[in-house]
């Protein structure tokens, strides 16, 4: 039985959580739609209801809409109203689904939201914002599920999961790409790749297009294209009111800067815009070496990346040899000095500007080659896959004096899964053609993005896993700058948020205080308002 428990919101999160189908709808469309939800049966209108159903869709009609929030079990959030008002699925803890629909990338993450919003439309993103707001609900954000921090699940809020809008599509003749915020790399990839094209995004198929771009963007590309923020052409954003405004260099420009490197804080967003580029055919693949060679690897390859032609965009690492055909059986398992190399100019250029690669020291396996630019892009991709455990840092570096690369030799030689690592990730070249304070990624002279990377499968393993990137992390940071990138921030990072926006919190603030003043989107590397 439904009752009424007052009108208007409330701010902070609810208590209890029903998320079950009490009241009557006035959509008849919306009575056992689908497996969603359990069979709603309806009240008899003149015992069950107060005020009865009728007048609830009798005021729906006059004032233009129910009005979400208007309908709550007494100690908790009926959703009912919320799927009156969307496409989308809305998956609450007794409906089939809702488990999967719950979970994140990363396993150590197991939260129980009040609900679900698949959204499927704006309308429906339009719909959610406003129910999150109106009945004081945490709201989560989704898009490829990747944050490492978890922040795409909550427990008893809402989660806006935009995973079913990804539709990505290409404009040809003027090298552009508008693509719905649900989007992965990989389906923007196989989008783009068609037509010849390409833009910077991550090294991962499975992240998601929006999560990354708001947070920077780092990848393969980035050294000739720049950041994934700085081929953003504009974006399109539900506000925290349940508006819908249009950001670019042109329309709400405060907004849009505060998008390149902000990451979730000011709204959701259901459309992005890229700038595309020449890219099909790549030249690139892991290369090993023996783990004493790893100081020459890394001094040889700081020294290569300063003058590097721009196309080039690999990083070196250390990883376990995973049981791949093209590495000796008889080194699998063994830790290695890894370069991972990605040469997007000329193919018959690729041998020579991959020479200082060959000569550093001997070989003990190359995977290289030319391949499709996605198949790159989705190479690494079951070494992470969905509801592995995880943690990490991340870490800006402009320099790698002998004392960084020795700290990297002693804890890389330590990595201790075939799924953890250290990536460093170069970041000069076109990057640096943007200024610090033209986007609100603020680590513009960086020459490296570094992660510190550990995933597995056991929980037994969660401290000791832990430990092991901390302390790399530590080891590096007399070397590294004050703040990280907000996309390899953990959630016990909080304290270095002004830090990681650096120059550009302020104007963060500002922008924040006009687009989401009560701070509804808060479950982010948050900017307080
Ligand atoms: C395996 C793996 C590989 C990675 N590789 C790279 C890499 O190569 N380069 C790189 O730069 N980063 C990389 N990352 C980090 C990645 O950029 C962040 O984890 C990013 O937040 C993931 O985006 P997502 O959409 O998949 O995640 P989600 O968890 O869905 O989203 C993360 C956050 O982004 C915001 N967000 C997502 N969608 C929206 C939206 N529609 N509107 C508003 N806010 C939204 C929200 O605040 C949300 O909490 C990697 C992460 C993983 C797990």
């Given amino acids: 039985m439904s009752h009424v428990v007052g ?61 979400m929030g208007d309908i709550r079990p007494v100690g908790g959030v009926s959703v009912e109203p919320l799927r009156e008002h969307v496409r989308g699925q809305v998956l609450a803890v007794d409906d089939k689904g809702y ?37 004081g609900l945490d709201l989560s954000v989704r898009d490829g599920g990747h944050s490492a921090p978890g922040f795409g699940t909550n427990d008893g809020g809402l989660v806006i999961d935009m995973s079913p809008m990804r539709t990505v599509r290409v404009d040809p003749g003027n090298k552009t790409a508008r693509a719905d915020a649900g989007a992965t790399w990989g389906d923007f990839n196989h989008a783009t790749h068609a037509f010849g094209l390409a833009t910077t ?114 990083f070196p690492a250390f990883q376990i040899a995973p049981p791949l055909p093209f590495i000796p059986e008889n080194r699998h398992g063994d830790t290695l000095a890894l370069a991972v190399v990605h040469w997007a100019g000329p ?16 070989i003990v396996a190359n995977g290289t080659g030319p391949l499709p630019y996605p198949a790159l892009n989705a190479a690494f991709d079951v070494l992470y896959p969905k509801g592995i455990r995880a943690y990490w840092k991340g870490a800006f570096v402009k320099e790698l004096p002998g004392e960084a690369i020795a700290a990297h030799v002693e804890h890389g030689s330590r990595v201790p899964e075939v799924s953890a690592t250290c990536h460093l990730y170069p970041i000069n070249g ?16 960086a020459t490296y993005g570094m992660v510190f990377l550990a995933s597995w499968t ?64 808060h479950i982010n590397q948050n900017i307080t308002p």
């Fill in 7 to 67: 009108f208007g919101a409330k701010r902070r999160p609810v208590g209890g959580q029903l998320g079950r189908a009490t009241g009557g709808t006035c959509d008849p469309r919306a009575i056992g739609r689908g497996s969603q939800r359990a069979p709603v049966s309806l009240p008899h209108p003149l015992v069950d209801d107060d005020p009865p159903w009728y007048l609830r869709c009798l005021k729906g009609l006059v004032s233009g809409g129910l009005a």
């Fill in 347 to 362: 193919l018959e250029q690729a041998q020579k500007v991959l020479q200082p690669f060959w000569d550093v020291a001997p």
């Fill in 99 to 135: 488990d999967e629909a719950r979970a994140v990338h990363n396993g150590m993450f197991d939260k129980r939201p009040l609900a679900v919003l698949r959204a499927e439309q704006v309308a429906d993103v339009i719909a959610g914002v406003n129910f999150a707001r109106d009945n």
């Fill in 201 to 314: 995004g991550g090294i991962i198929s499975t992240t998601g297009i929006t999560g990354l771009t708001l947070g920077g963007g780092i990848g393969y590309l980035a050294r000739a294209f720049g950041l994934s923020v700085d081929n953003l052409i504009s974006a399109d954003v539900v506000t925290a009111d349940g508006k819908f405004v249009t950001a670019s260099a042109d329309e709400n420009e405060d907004l849009f800067w505060g998008l390149r490197g902000g990451g979730g804080n000011f709204g959701v967003v259901t459309s992005l815009e890229y700038r595309l580029h020449e890219v099909g055919q790549v030249f690139a693949g892991p290369i090993f070496y023996n783990l004493e060679d790893a100081d020459s690897l890394l001094r040889m390859f700081d020294e290569f990346i300063r003058n590097a032609p721009e196309q080039f965009g690999g």
């Fill in 430 to 445: 076109a990057c640096h053609r943007v200024g610090p304070t033209d986007t609100a990624f603020a680590y513009r002279e």
């Fill in 458 to 521: 056991d929980p037994a393993k969660d401290a000791e896993r832990i430990q092991w990137v901390r302390d790399y992390y530590q080891a590096l940071a007399p070397y590294s700058e004050p703040g990280g990138y907000i996309n390899f921030m953990q959630d016990d990072d909080y304290g270095k948020i002004r830090d990681n926006y650096r120059q550009n919190y302020d104007r963060l603030v500002q922008v924040k205080r006009a687009y989401d003043p009560s701070n509804l989107f």
